[in-house]
């Protein structure tokens, strides 16, 4: 099994029409193509975020998790084209295994014991960095990040680069521009707080002193640049829609 993950961005003038669009007839036709590949589909509307977290590449929109037991063949097989949104969202989306490939803190807390604002981030290395050499520096990242004073949960996924491609169509001269759909990222993290002060404490106000990489792209964290190399979101514990469960819409 593994996960598809996209996360979108759209201007505020576009939420009503784009949130019409996704319950109406996006998650519908996926649903109801995909399902019996998909063992859950799931997707969370990130909460505000705070004015501070915005130089680290928010994107506002839904972040979308597709549970996948196998995928399907690409192409239209047998299925008419999807539903055209009124406006094309940006978009972060790579696939990753089910399960964490490393799980760093907080494993210990039961669900009762803290709230969760899940700072979900994907992240990238810049041109001609080896992943050898990204994971090395990201290792000894990682220990530093432990220290940051109010971080409760962090794990994290290596992407899977085998290039997939997931099934349907769209419908002739209107696919997603690709200048606005961004792929090629190298890890999935997800950083936990109890709120948005201990978010600012531990990433703005007080951060632990971090190793520069020899690559880096700028000289403070994260050290890559935002909305290029480092797109994140902020969503709750819980997703806000489960669309196998909860759609009950026809489709041809």
């Not at 063992?39 to 549970?67: F, I, K, M």
């Not at 999807?82 to 094309?88: A, G, I």
Request: charged letters at 25%; a negative charge; one cysteine or more.
């Amino acid at each position: 099994m593994i996960k598809s993950i996209v996360v979108h961005n759209i201007s505020l003038d576009s939420i009503a029409a784009m949130e019409r669009w996704y319950y109406r007839d996006h998650a519908p036709e996926i649903v109801r193509r995909y399902g019996p590949w998909l063992a859950r589909h799931e997707s969370y509307l990130p909460v505000p975020a705070p004015p501070e977290a915005q130089p680290y590449g928010v994107y506002n929109w839904r972040v979308t998790e597709g549970w996948w037991r196998e995928i399907p063949e690409p192409g239209a097989k047998g299925c008419l084209s999807f539903t055209v949104p009124p406006v094309w969202p940006e978009v972060a989306t790579c696939f990753i295994p089910a399960q964490p490939t490393e799980d760093f803190k907080g494993s210990e807390f039961q669900p009762h014991e803290k709230a969760g604002i899940r700072w979900f981030i994907l992240f990238k290395y810049p041109a001609g960095v080896s992943n050898e050499e990204g994971d090395e520096w990201f290792q000894i990242h990682a220990k530093e990040v432990m220290k940051q004073p109010s971080l409760s949960r962090f794990f994290s996924y290596r992407t899977i680069k085998e290039p997939i491609g997931l099934p349907g169509t769209w419908a002739p001269g209107n696919a997603p521009p690709f200048a606005i759909t961004h792929f090629l990222w190298d890890r999935v993290i997800e950083l936990w707080y109890e709120s948005f002060s201990d978010w600012r404490r531990s990433v703005v106000e007080a951060p632990p002193r971090y190793t520069k990489p020899s690559w880096a792209t700028r000289d403070t964290y994260p050290f890559v640049r935002p909305f290029v190399e480092f797109v994140s979101s902020f969503i709750l514990e819980r997703p806000n829609d489960e669309f196998l469960r909860d759609v009950r819409a026809y489709m041809p």
